[in-house]
C-alpha cells in the first residue's frame, strides 16, 4: 500500500467521549474501505469498548491507545467523559493535557517510520495535537463531529486572544437567540471558563482552528443546504462535509451488548405498530432524580406507550433504585411500558415497527439516528450543541421541546406529557411525521452519504 500514492495515511484523534469516538470510528472505515490507512488514537479503555473493526478493514485501522495521565480527583478507568460527572470535566480535560508528549512521540515514530501520515485529523478540543501536526510538517484538519447550522449560528469565532469576555460573548451567541437564560449560563460555564486545565473549550477552539487547513463536519450539503457556505466565511477556512454517518440498520455498530437485549427486542414485537415512544437521553445528561420522576410521571400522564433507557449514568445525585415515583411499574404493568437501566440496542430499538417517536436530549448522534428512520422528535436538551439542535429541528417542524422554566431548566409531567401528546396523538402530529420521513430521504440515503465521504477524501488529497 505504502507503494501506492494514491493512499493516505490518516491520523484520527477523537475527543473522548463517545459522541466523538463512534463517528470517527465510523469514518475510519469509510476511508479504510477506498484503502486508506488510519492510525485511529485514544486511551486503552475507551477503545476496549469500541465495537470492533470490521474484520475485512481491520488489517487498515490501527487503533493506537495512548495510557490517560492519572490525576488527583479523578478515579481510575474515567477515559470518557460518560465515566464521570460534569463538574469533574475539566479534571479530565487537565489529564487529556498530558497525553500531548505520548503523542507526539507516536507522531515522531509514525513519521520515522515509512510512509509519513499523510493528514493529522485533530478534533476541535485538540490544540496541541495540531501543534504537533504543524510542527512536523503535517497537515492538520480540525473535525467537528456537529451540525453545520450549529456552528453557524455561533457567529463570528473569538480569536486566540481574546478577552475572557469576548468568549462569554462569543459563547452565548452560540446558543442563539432564544436560547433560554439557564442554557445560555450553562454553556458560559462550560465552554468560557478557565478551569483545572487551565484553558477553556473556547481557546481550545480558536487556537485549534489556528493551526487546521480545514474544518470537517458531520454533515451533508442535502440536509443543510445553505449552513456550510456561511460557515466557511465565519471561520476563514473551508468547510467540508464527511457525510452524516448513519449507522448500520441492524445495529451492528452498538456497544456492549447484554443479555437484556432478546428481552427488549421481544416487549417491541408483542406491541402494535407506530405505538411506542422510544426515550433515551444519552449517556451524559445531568438528570437528577427529581427529572427522572416528573419524566416518569409525564410518561404516565402522556397515555402512550414506552420503552425508556434510563442509563445509570445520567443520574447525578442518586441511585437507580429510588428514581421511580411510588407504584410507576405497577400502574404502567408490562404491557404499556418498559424501563429498562442498562445499556439498549438503541438503533435496533429505533428501526423496529413498533416505535413511533423518539423522546430524545439531541445529541447529533441521536438526532441522526432517529431521522435516519424518519422519526418524529419530543426534545429535551442538556447541554453542549444539544439546545440548538433541539431549536433547529423545532424550526424544521420535526418535533416539540419540552417547556422549561427559563431561570433553572427544570420541567414538570404537564410540559413533558403536552409534548408527547402534540407529537404522537393530537392532530399536528401528523405533520411532525411527515417532516420527519422527507429528512429521512436525506439522512438515511447511502450513496449520498458515499459520496460526501469521497468528496472529503478528494479534498484531503488536494492537499498531499
Not at 466523538?20 to 472505515?29: I, Q, T, Y
Not at 449560528?153 to 446558543?175: C, I, K, L, N, Y
Amino acid at each position: 500500500m505504502d507503494a501506492d500514492p494514491s493512499r493516505m495515511h490518516v491520523v484520527i484523534f477523537p475527543w473522548l467521549a463517545f459522541g466523538h469516538l463512534l463517528p470517527c470510528l465510523e469514518l475510519s472505515e469509510r476511508l479504510a474501505a477506498r484503502g486508506h490507512r488510519v492510525s485511529f488514537v485514544s486511551t486503552p479503555r475507551n477503545l476496549a469498548r469500541l465495537p470492533p473493526v470490521r474484520p475485512a478493514l481491520a488489517h487498515l485501522v490501527d487503533l493506537v491507545g495512548l495510557p490517560l495521565p492519572r490525576v488527583s480527583g479523578l478515579a481510575d478507568g474515567a477515559e470518557a467523559t460518560r465515566d464521570i460527572p460534569f463538574d469533574e470535566f475539566e479534571l479530565h480535560r487537565k489529564a487529556f493535557d498530558g497525553l500531548d508528549g505520548p503523542f507526539s512521540a507516536f507522531l515522531d515514530a509514525a513519521c520515522a517510520g515509512g510512509k509519513r501520515p499523510d493528514w493529522v485529523v485533530a478534533d476541535f478540543m485538540h490544540h496541541w495535537v495540531a501543534v504537533a501536526a504543524q510542527d512536523r510538517g503535517l497537515p492538520c484538519a480540525m473535525i467537528l463531529p456537529c451540525s453545520a447550522g450549529v456552528a453557524a449560528s455561533a457567529g463570528q469565532q473569538p480569536s486566540e486572544s481574546s478577552s475572557e469576555t469576548e468568549q462569554r460573548d462569543a459563547v452565548v451567541r452560540s446558543m442563539g437567540t432564544a436560547a433560554p437564560s439557564f442554557e445560555a449560563e450553562r454553556a458560559t460555564k462550560e465552554f468560557a471558563t478557565k478551569g483545572a486545565s487551565g484553558m477553556s473549550i473556547v481557546s481550545r477552539f480558536s487556537q485549534t482552528l489556528k493551526r487546521s487547513k480545514f474544518v470537517a463536519m458531520r454533515s451533508s450539503p442535502e440536509l443543510e443546504p445553505d449552513a456550510f457556505t456561511i460557515v466557511t466565511r465565519l471561520y476563514g477556512k473551508p468547510v467540508v462535509p464527511f457525510g452524516l454517518l448513519p449507522p448500520h440498520p441492524d445495529g451492528a455498530r452498538g456497544i456492549g451488548k447484554n443479555g437484556e437485549d432478546d428481552a427488549i427486542m421481544r416487549w417491541l414485537d408483542a406491541q402494535p405498530a407506530k405505538s411506542v415512544v422510544y426515550v433515551a437521553l444519552g449517556s451524559e445528561a445531568p438528570l437528577s432524580a427529581d427529572m427522572a420522576r416528573e419524566l416518569a410521571h409525564g410518561l404516565e400522564l402522556a397515555g402512550t406507550r414506552f420503552l425508556w433507557a434510563l442509563r445509570k449514568p445520567t443520574v447525578i445525585d442518586h441511585g437507580t433504585d429510588i428514581l421511580l415515583p411510588d407504584g410507576f411499574i405497577e400502574r404502567i404493568d408490562s404491557e404499556r411500558g418498559l424501563v429498562t437501566t442498562r445499556w439498549a440496542p438503541q438503533v435496533s430499538i429505533l428501526a423496529h415497527a413498533a416505535v413511533c417517536a423518539f423522546l430524545t436530549h439531541c445529541g447529533w448522534g441521536s438526532v441522526v439516528e432517529g431521522l435516519q428512520f424518519g422519526h418524529p422528535l419530543i426534545m429535551l436538551p442538556f447541554n453542549g450543541d444539544q439546545g440548538p439542535n433541539a431549536r433547529m429541528l423545532e424550526g424544521k417542524k420535526v418535533g416539540v421541546v419540552i417547556p422549561r422554566n427559563e431561570k433553572d431548566g427544570s420541567f414538570d409531567r404537564g410540559g413533558v406529557a403536552g409534548a408527547i401528546r402534540a407529537v404522537v396523538v393530537d392532530e399536528e402530529g401528523k405533520a411532525f411525521a411527515a417532516n420527519a420521513r422527507k429528512l429521512q430521504e436525506i439522512v438515511a440515503d447511502r450513496e449520498s452519504d458515499e459520496r460526501c465521504v469521497d468528496g472529503f477524501i478528494q479534498h484531503l488529497t488536494s492537499w498531499t
